[in-house]
């Protein structure tokens, strides 16, 4: 044995055999350090510089995440960690017990670091930029990463102890009561990452709003415990992750992955100014060009009705059927909305009446943009109701509107 010729060599030197003893323990000790720390040293500037070159080289991705996480440095410890045990036990075996024991937690120690190195890096690799269509199991890999150290305390533990790992899992069943109560948001967020998962109801990149959290923004994190959203004014809220099974909140992701965005916005017109089309008015709409066929159509179906019935149409105005200025208004806005490249044509078009009001008749313009982004979808919808108010005039309509300080100024001066 090494040790037993070092001792020798100190004894034979003129050293009392107790402090030979010692002094070759200490100097075997040294040696075994000095090796441990020269593979260290190897594997550190040659082997991991050797896998960081051919990490870089390669067109995969995954790799680079493996190596950022620091999985390949982390599992290289594990080398001089045990060839020190090895080393320990094959030149002192049966000495020592505590310093092997202390050694063997401290590889169980670092051998989880590596796992759970290697677990964040599987976590940022499925859940890469690239991959936004793929449910969030970030819960899933946090909780796994949660139940490894907890094994690995209880076995680090039994190491110490040396006692068998069994009798501290029967310790732990005793004190599951508390462990809920510890770890109640953890589980309940476990369980809920699962059905946000299993149900798709949230992604990373999806919009959402959640008025009781104050969050409206796009999700940059969903984990065991958390939601993180960035809102629109960059701020961030978090959002216990149970939250979202246990409240209602809006995801906007079917929008963003249908053909269009909603444009639903109504102009509130005075009905003092809603009347019959004359033949004046008629005759100004038909040099529209958006309306003249419309105009001309519908007014030959209206004269070939009141003939058919014989209506006298000199009597008076409300006698059989014609058209009103709003009518008229109402198809200007289909024509003028289907002709609008930027409205999706596929999907829900309206221009409808709602329910009147004391602030006057509803119009509501009730279609989708092909645009979704939201800047342009705000400019689009603008540029419509623009259109809208300044065509008003020309149809003998006038938007309501709350009176104003000039409003009651001017009935002031009167």
Same mark, same amino acid.
């Given at each position: 044995?090494?040790?037993?010729?070092?001792?020798?060599?100190?004894?034979?030197?003129?050293?009392?055999?107790?402090?030979?003893?010692?002094?070759?323990?200490?100097?075997?000790m040294?040696?075994?350090?000095?090796?441990?720390?020269?593979?260290?040293w190897v594997?550190?500037?040659?082997?991991?510089?050797?896998?960081?070159?051919v990490?870089?080289?390669?067109s995969?991705?995954?790799?680079?995440?493996?190596?950022?996480?620091?999985?390949f440095?982390?599992f290289?410890?594990?080398?001089?960690?045990?060839?020190?045990?090895?080393?320990?036990?094959?030149?002192?075996?049966g000495?020592?017990?505590?310093?092997?024991?202390?050694?063997?937690?401290v590889?169980?120690?670092?051998?989880?670091?590596?796992?759970?190195?290697?677990?964040s890096?599987?976590?940022?690799?499925?859940?890469?930029?690239k991959?936004k269509?793929?449910?969030?199991?970030?819960p899933?890999?946090?909780?796994?990463?949660i139940?490894?150290?907890?094994?690995?305390?209880?076995?680090?533990?039994?190491?110490?102890?040396?006692?068998?790992?069994?009798?501290?899992?029967g310790?732990?069943?005793?004190?599951t009561?508390?462990?809920?109560?510890?770890?109640?948001?953890?589980?309940?967020?476990?369980v809920?990452?699962?059905?946000?998962?299993?149900?798709?109801?949230v992604?990373?990149g999806?919009?959402?709003e959640?008025?009781?959290?104050?969050?409206?923004?796009?999700?940059?994190?969903?984990?065991?415990?958390?939601?993180?959203?960035?809102?629109?004014?960059?701020?961030?809220?978090?959002?216990?992750?149970?939250a979202?099974?246990?409240?209602?909140?809006?995801?906007? %992701? @079917? =929008?963003?992955?249908?053909?269009g965005?909603?444009? /639903? !916005?109504?102009i509130? *017109?005075?009905m003092?100014?809603?009347?019959?089309?004359?033949?004046?008015?008629?005759e100004?709409? %038909? @040099? =529209?060009?958006l309306?003249?066929?419309?105009?001309? /159509? !519908?007014?030959?179906? *209206?004269?070939?009705?009141?003939?058919?019935?014989?209506?006298?149409?000199?009597?008076?105005?409300?006698? @059989?059927?014609?058209?009103?200025?709003?009518?008229?208004?109402?198809?200007?806005?289909?024509?003028?909305?289907?002709?609008?490249?930027?409205?999706h044509?596929g999907?829900?078009?309206?221009?409808?009446?709602?329910?009147?009001?004391?602030?006057?008749?509803?119009?509501?313009?009730?279609v989708?943009?092909?645009?979704?982004?939201?800047?342009?979808?705000?400019?689009?919808?603008?540029?419509?109701?623009?259109?809208?108010?300044?065509?008003?005039?020309?149809?003998?309509?006038?938007?309501y509107?709350?009176?104003?300080?000039?409003?009651?100024?001017?009935?002031?001066?009167?």
């Amino acid at each position: 044995m090494l040790m037993t010729n070092i001792q020798d060599v100190l004894v034979s030197a003129g050293i009392e055999t107790k402090t030979a003893g010692t002094l070759a323990v200490a100097a075997l000790m040294l040696l075994i350090a000095a090796g441990a720390y020269l593979v260290y040293w190897v594997l550190r500037n040659y082997l991991l510089k050797l896998i960081h070159s051919v990490v870089t080289k390669t067109s995969n991705t995954w790799d680079d995440e493996l190596m950022d996480a620091g999985v390949f440095q982390r599992f290289l410890r594990l080398i001089p960690l045990t060839f020190i045990a090895v080393c320990i036990d094959r030149a002192m075996p049966g000495q020592f017990a505590l310093l092997k024991r202390i050694l063997f937690a401290v590889i169980i120690f670092a051998g989880v670091r590596a796992v759970e190195a290697f677990i964040s890096a599987a976590s940022d690799i499925y859940h890469d930029e690239k991959s936004k269509k793929r449910k969030p199991i970030r819960p899933l890999f946090q909780t796994l990463t949660i139940v490894l150290y907890l094994l690995s305390g209880i076995f680090i533990v039994s190491v110490l102890l040396n006692k068998s790992p069994w009798n501290l899992f029967g310790l732990m069943g005793g004190l599951t009561a508390v462990t809920m109560l510890v770890f109640k948001d953890t589980i309940l967020g476990f369980v809920a990452g699962i059905q946000l998962s299993a149900n798709d109801m949230v992604r990373e990149g999806d919009w959402i709003e959640m008025p009781k959290y104050g969050a409206d923004g796009d999700v940059i994190e969903v984990a065991v415990n958390t939601v993180k959203v960035r809102n629109w004014d960059k701020t961030i809220t978090t959002i216990p992750t149970y939250a979202l099974i246990s409240d209602s909140f809006k995801n906007w %992701r @079917g =929008m963003s992955e249908s053909g269009g965005r909603r444009i /639903k !916005r109504n102009i509130c *017109i005075d009905m003092n100014t809603v009347r019959f089309a004359d033949e004046e008015m008629l005759e100004k709409f %038909r @040099g =529209m060009e958006l309306l003249k066929e419309y105009v001309e /159509k !519908r007014q030959e179906e *209206i004269n070939a009705a009141n003939s058919e019935q014989g209506i006298d149409l000199s009597a008076t105005v409300v006698n @059989g059927r014609r058209q009103t200025n709003l009518g008229i208004f109402r198809a200007y806005l289909v024509e003028y909305l289907r002709g609008n490249p930027k409205i999706h044509k596929g999907m829900t078009f309206l221009v409808r009446h709602l329910q009147p009001t004391p602030q006057g008749l509803p119009i509501e313009i009730y279609v989708f943009s092909s645009d979704k982004i939201w800047a342009n979808y705000e400019s689009i919808q603008a540029d419509i109701f623009d259109h809208i108010l300044a065509s008003l005039p020309e149809f003998g309509l006038r938007v309501y509107q709350q009176p104003s300080g000039n409003d009651v100024l001017s009935l002031k001066s009167i």
